[in-house]
Structures are given as C-alpha cells and as structure tokens.
C-alpha cells in the first residue's frame, strides 16, 4: 500500500479514535461513580452540540473529558484508572480491531486494519508522554506522573 493513501485512512481515523479515547474515560469515570459533565473534541466556542458531547474549531485535534465535581474524593488509584481510561479503550479498539483482521482477513481488512492498529498505537505512546497539550491541559502521562512522583502538585 502507497504511503499516501495509508496516511489518508490514518487521518481517517483520528477523529473516531480521539473520540472513542475520551469516551474511554468517561466509561471509567462512570464505573468509580462519577456523572459525565462533557466531551469535547477543540477547544473554544462549540459549532457542533449533541448532547454532553460537542465540537469547536480552534485546537480540534485535541479532546477533554470533564465530570461533574465529585462529593466523594478521588483515591489514587481511581485517579491512575480514570487517567488510563481513554489510553485503555483504545488499546482494546486496536487490539479488537487485530483480532478481526486475522479472524476475517480480506481486501478490506487488509486495507483498514494496518492503519487503525498503527493510529492506535501512537494515541497509546502518545497519551502516555508527560506533556502540557497546546491546549494548556496536561496530558494523561504528564497527570499520572505528577499522580506517582509529585505528590504535593496537581493533576488538573
């Protein structure tokens, strides 16, 4: 496959892959009891609303989580999963994703499968650098660092 057209269907990708990466801290945040705030996908005023999920122009190739203020505090633990939620379900997406390749192999699957295993991958690696975002948020490895290693600093 040309180079061109495997980048194409990466970028394809990145949109359904961003989105499935906060709903994967949502579903986490769901689990130790937290009630969805929002999903965002860019940062600044909204051109898209559907419900608790909405889109904006500015710095669109990034996304955010937000859950309504706990009255119970977070334990370590329940912040390190709720951080690794997002980095989780797209483990299993491209984990998924491989299993069905090898289980239904075809020309389509040959095509589709490579790129999203590999897109994947980087939103794993990613994620998992301790970075501030340009966005101004920290990532999800710069909160679980500061989570593990910084115990006075914050993680918001």
């Keep these: 496959m040309d180079l061109i057209r495997f ?3 990466m970028l394809a990708f990145y949109f359904p892959s961003l989105i499935l990466h906060e709903y994967g801290h949502a579903l986490v945040g769901r689990l130790i009891g937290l009630r969805l705030k929002s999903v965002s996908i860019g940062k600044g005023e909204p051109f898209l609303r559907i419900g608790h999920f909405s889109v904006a122009r500015k710095q669109f190739w ?3 989580y ?5 009255e119970i ?3 370590s633990g329940q912040r390190a ?3 690794l939620g ?6 299993i997406a491209g984990t998924f994703v491989a299993g ?3 289980l239904f ?7 589709l499968a490579p790129p999203f295993i590999q897109l994947s991958i980087i939103f794993i690696l990613f994620n998992l650098i301790p970075i501030r975002l340009t966005s101004g948020f920290p990532s999800d490895g710069l909160q679980l660092k500061r989570l593990f290693f910084n115990k006075n600093s914050r993680t918001d």
């Design 86 to 91: 997002g980095i989780f379900a797209n483990f």
């Design 7 to 9: 980048n194409l269907i």
């Design 81 to 83: 999963a709720l951080l």
């Design 62 to 64: 990034e996304g955010l």
């Design 100 to 102: 069905l390749s090898l």
């Design 66 to 70: 937000q859950s309504h203020p706990s």
């Design 73 to 75: 505090p977070l334990r």
């Design 105 to 111: 192999p075809s020309p389509v699957m040959h095509l």
